[in-house]
C-alpha cells in the first residue's frame, strides 16, 4: 500500500472516511481475488495464411488459417472491420443500428494473394497474412494495421489482443478522449480506463475521467478516424514518426493497441477534418442540443452551504450587472450528501429559490452522484432494492463501496430496467426547480488509498442482457448514466431538452449531453490542461465540453484567474468552481482591475451569444466542435498542426489565450488569408506568425476577413457583424437562430460578402429579388 496516497485520501475526505475508505479498498481486493479466475497458461495465435474470401455487399469476409476477417464499406464512406466474427453490433458506441453496406463496394482479388474493397472515398487492402491498409483515393495510404495477435488461456475464457499500426511519417495523434497533455498525443503510453486521480490533476496526468479507443491522425497524405470498438481495459503505445533526411527513408509514425478484452473490431472515418467528424457523428449520433441560457456565463462551488449564499451570490451578480445564466448546487445542499434529497436546514424552500432565480433569468442545475447510501429508510436504496437495480458480485451479493454519503450501493446502468428507475428518480429534482444536472463521481468511484477507485473489477453487470463483469462495464458506466438521466428527463418533461453534463464518459456520449473537465489543479499548468481537453474531446465527437475556471483546487491569484476567466469566456462550457476549502470564484473577490476585465469578457460573451447558439446547432447538424484547433482548415499545414496554445471558434474566429504568468505579448501563428485583429481592426495576413498586444485586461482574438457574424446588438436584436473580405476575396458566415427550449427544428441562414466598387456587399444566400438581408448589419475592418 501507498503511505502517501493514504494521507491524500484522509486529507480529502476526512480521517473517517479515509479510514472507511482503506477498509473498502481491501474488500474489494479480497473480492477480486475470490472471484476473478487466473488465466493461467496462455496460447499466442495470429491469423495465418490466407485461405479464401467470400463476397458479401459492401465487402466480404477474408478467412485465414486461424481467424477470419469481415470487412464492410458502409453508406457514407465509413469502413468497418471485425476479426473473429465480429459484428458492429451490440456497441454502446453506436446510435442505433449500424449504417448499411455500400452496395457499390465490392471485395476482389489484390496482388500477391491478397484481397481489396474499393469504393468512392478509399480502398481497403488486405494482405494474405492478415494486415489491413486504408488508402486515400490517390493510393496513398493513411493507416496500416499489422496482423493482430491474440493470447488465450489453454483453460478457456477471454482473450487479449494486441493491435500494431502504421501511420504516415509526418502524421500527427489526437483524440483518445479527454488528455490533460494534449490536444498533441505525444510519444507515450495511454491508459483506456475512465479514472478518477484522486485530487487534482494536471498535464502529466493520464488518465482521467473520459477515455476512448478514438484516434484522429492528421497528415499530409489525409485525415483518419480510427475508433476500435471495446469497452474493455486497454493502453495505447504511441510513437511519431520521422522523415528521412535526403534519400532516408521515412519512419512512420505507430500505435500499439493491447487490450485485456473484448472484440477486436474497428471503424476508420476519412476524409477532410470536417468530412470525418461528420461522418463519426453520423455512427454515434447527433450531439445533443443544450437549452439558449446554458450557453451563458455559469457559477458553481462546493460550499455554498445556504440558501442565503445563493441568494447572496446572485444578488452580487445582479448588483454590478454581469451576466449570470446559471447557479450550480453541489453536494453541500444535500441531506448527508445523499442523492435526490435537500438539507432542509440550509434549504428551507428550495423550488421557491429556484423560482425568484428564474424570474432574474438565473437557473438552477443541480449535481448528481450514482452511489447511494446503503441504509434501510432510505426511500431512494429501498427503490433501487425493489427494482434490483444494484450492482452484484459474482455470488450474488451487493456490491459497496465507499463514496461522500458513507457506505454506498450502485445502480447497474448497464441494465435497461435500472436505467427506467433511475430515470423516474429525476422528477424529484424537477419539483425542487432546477433546469439541468450535473453528473459527478460516474466513472464510478469508490475512494481508495491504493489501486484504482472504483469498483472491484469481479462485480457482475446486466451489460444488455449479455451479461459481463466490471472490465467490461466500467468504461461505459458514465455513458450509461447519462442515458438514465437523459432519457428519464425526457420522459419527466418532454417538452424541453433536458440540459446534462457529465464528468465520465465514453464515445457516443455527445448524444446525451456535454462535459466538463473534473477537478483540474489550480496553475499555470492547468490553465494549459483546460484547453487541452476541451480540444481533444470535441475531436471525439463531444462538442460541448469546459473546466473548472480558476481551477477546483486551490487559490489562483487575480492573474491567473482573469487569464482563466477569459479563456473560459471563449469555450462552450463557461463555468466557474471551486472547492470549498479553495477560495471564492467570484470576480469581484480578485480586486477592481479583475472585475473589470471579467466584466469586459461577460460582455462579449453574452454579445456573441447568438453565435454560439449557432455553433451550437451546427455541431447537431454536422458534429463539427465548437472549439476546433487551428489545423481545422487546412489540415496539411504543418506549422498549425504543431500548434497547441490558440483555436478557433467556429470558421470566423481565431482565439489566443495566455498561458503565461506576466505576460503582455503573444506569439500567434495564423492559417491562410487575411486576418483581424478585433480589438484594434489591424488586419494580418496568414500564413505565418505575428507578436500581438495581450494586456490584463484582453486576450488577442482574431476575426477572419470575409466572415459573417451573429451578434446581439445594443437593443438585444439580432445584428450580422461583417469583417470585410481582401480585396478579390468573398467571405460569407452561416446564422441558426434559436428556436427555444424545446425540439422545434432549426433553420441555416446563408449570407455571402464580397467587395464591389470598394464597398462590403453582403446578400442572402441563395440571392434573388425577395431575398433581402432581413437584419443590421456592421462593417467592420474596411473604412467603406
Known sequence: MNGDALVRSVKAVGSVHGLRALRSALVRRRTDARDLPARGPERARVPGAVTDAEPRPGGGVVRFARSELHVRVTVGGAVFWGWDGAEPEPSYALAGRAPEPDARAVLEPDKDGGWRVVSERLTVVVSRHGAVEVCAPGGGVLRRELPPRWWEPVAGGRARWLQRSEVPADARFFGLGGRSGGPRLRDGSYRLWNTDPGGAFGPDDDPLYITMPVQLVVADAGTHLAFYDTTWDGRVLLREGEEGAGSGHDRPGGSELRMEGGPLRCWVVVGTPARVLQGWTALTGAPALPPSWALGPQHARWGFGSEHEVRRIAAGYAERALPLSALHLDIDHLDAHQVFTVDRRAFPALPRLAGDLARKGVRLVSIVDPAVRAERGNPVYEGGLAAGAFVKDGRGREVRGQVWPGECAYPDFTDPHAR??????????????????????????????????????????????????????????????????????????????????????????????????????????????????????????????????????????????????????????????SAKWAGRREPWEFGPAVLEAARAALAERSRLHPYFETLAQLALMTGAPYVRPLWWGAPADRALRACEDAFLLGDALLVAPVFERGADRRAVRLPRGRWYDTATGEAHEGPGQVLLDAPLSRIPVLARAGSVIPVRGADGGLELEVWAPAAGRTGGGLVVRDTGDGWEPATVERFATRVADGRVVVERVPGGADDEVGLPVRVRGAAR
Open 420 to 577: 427506467a428507475w433511475w430515470g423516474g428518480l429525476y422528477q424529484e429534482r424537477l419539483d425542487q426547480g432546477f433546469a439541468g444536472v450535473w453528473h459527478d463521481m460516474n466513472e464510478p468511484v469508490s475512494f481508495a488509498p491504493f489501486g484504482d477507485p472504483t469498483l472491484p473489477r469481479s462485480a457482475r453487470h446486466h451489460l444488455e442482457g449479455h451479461g459481463g463483469d466490471h472490465r467490461e462495464a466500467h468504461n461505459v458506466y458514465g455513458l450509461s448514466m447519462a442515458r438514465a438521466g437523459y432519457d428519464g428527463l425526457c420522459r419527466l418533461r418532454p417538452e424541453q431538452r433536458p440540459f446534462l453534463f457529465s464528468r465520465s464518459g465514453w464515445a457516443g456520449m455527445q448524444r446525451y449531453g456535454g462535459a466538463w473537465s473534473g477537478d483540474v489543479s489550480t496553475g499555470w499548468p492547468g490553465l494549459r490542461a483546460s484547453l487541452s481537453l476541451v480540444i481533444g474531446l470535441g475531436l471525439c465527437g463531444v462538442p460541448y465540453s469546459g473546466p473548472d475556471v480558476g481551477g477546483f483546487t486551490g487559490t489562483p491569484s487575480p492573474e491567473l484567474y482573469l487569464r482563466w476567466f477569459q479563456l473560459g469566456a471563449w469555450l462552450p462550457l463557461f463555468r466557474t468552481h
